[in-house]
């Protein structure tokens, strides 16, 4: 089975004509592929998931409803991977901030900034906004959807706080609790507000220095260990 899209390879011993011929196999060519993935998010933008139709998808990508099967089982499978395309181009070098052996305030101040920045990014809301839509019927997706996204982050975060920890910078008790304490208090009032829709603009960034700051000395208030506390 292929664990990027679920679809059953067949066994091959030898190596294909096209491979040998340096084109890439059915399947395997990312041009392609990504052909699709930005037909479908026009797609999906104008038109929502749910409305959306692999024909309409097919159409605006120009390509045949054969070769867009060959890449994506179904449009369930297509959305994942477009959102999968977006989560690796969005969230690129977010977790550097977490690197190094910098002062642990400061450490966290720069990560909860680049985090809350690119949650609240129109990109990103309009993503969580179609993943909360459609997860009631198709809980899978929206399961996938946090394992290899906010799950995926919580574990670096936790990571870094454990070195902190094992350093003696930070004194926590519960650390994945603590890790998920920090993300809320980075994006505190900013978050809700943009992903329902009660405020129409992106947070300054300003404001988003603002949150992040007030938030990461409450949380070095509650686990800070000397001169961080």
């Given at each position: 089975?292929?664990?990027?899209?679920?679809?059953?390879?067949?066994?091959?011993?030898?190596?294909?004509?096209?491979?040998?011929?340096?084109?890439?196999?059915?399947?395997?060519?990312?041009?392609?592929?990504?052909?699709?993935?930005?037909?479908?998010?026009?797609?999906?933008?104008?038109?929502?998931?749910?409305?959306?139709?692999?024909?309409?998808?097919?159409?605006?990508?120009?390509?045949?409803?054969?070769?867009?099967?060959?890449?994506?089982?179904?449009?369930?499978?297509?959305?994942?991977?477009?959102?999968?395309?977006?989560?690796?181009?969005?969230?690129?070098?977010?977790?550097?901030?977490?690197?190094?052996?910098?002062?642990?305030?400061?450490?966290?101040?720069?990560?909860g900034i680049a985090l809350a920045r690119k949650i609240t990014s129109p990109t990103v809301l309009k993503a969580q906004r179609t993943v909360i839509s459609i997860c009631e019927r198709?809980?899978?997706?929206?399961?996938?959807?946090?394992?290899?996204?906010?799950?995926?982050?919580?574990?670096?975060?936790?990571?870094?706080?454990?070195?902190?920890?094992?350093?003696?910078?930070?004194?926590?008790?519960?650390?994945?609790?603590?890790?998920?304490?920090?993300?809320?208090?980075?994006?505190?009032?900013?978050?809700?507000?943009?992903?329902?829709?009660?405020?129409?603009?992106?947070?300054?960034?300003?404001?988003?220095?603002?949150?992040?700051?007030?938030g990461v000395d409450l949380f070095i208030k509650a686990y800070g260990v000397g001169r961080d506390r």
């Open positions: 089975m292929s664990a990027d899209t679920g679809l059953a390879l067949p066994a091959c011993t030898e190596t294909p004509d096209s491979l040998r011929r340096g084109r890439p196999a059915a399947g395997h060519d990312p041009v392609k592929r990504k052909q699709i993935i930005d037909g479908a998010r026009r797609i999906f933008i104008n038109m929502g998931f749910d409305a959306a139709s692999m024909n309409d998808i097919t159409r605006e990508a120009g390509v045949s409803k054969g070769t867009i099967y060959v890449y994506f089982a179904n449009k369930e499978e297509l959305f994942e991977a477009l959102i999968e395309d977006e989560r690796n181009t969005i969230f690129a070098n977010l977790y550097d901030a977490l690197e190094g052996d910098g002062d642990v305030r400061e450490t966290l101040i720069r990560y198709m809980p899978e997706i929206g399961v996938r959807f946090y394992e290899r996204g906010p799950k995926r982050g919580h574990d670096k975060l936790a990571a870094y706080l454990t070195r902190a920890v094992e350093k003696g910078l930070l004194s926590i008790p519960d650390i994945d609790l603590a890790a998920y304490q920090l993300g809320d208090l980075c994006m505190s009032r900013i978050f809700r507000q943009c992903l329902f829709g009660y405020r129409s603009t992106t947070p300054s960034e300003d404001e988003i220095g603002q949150v992040v700051t007030a």
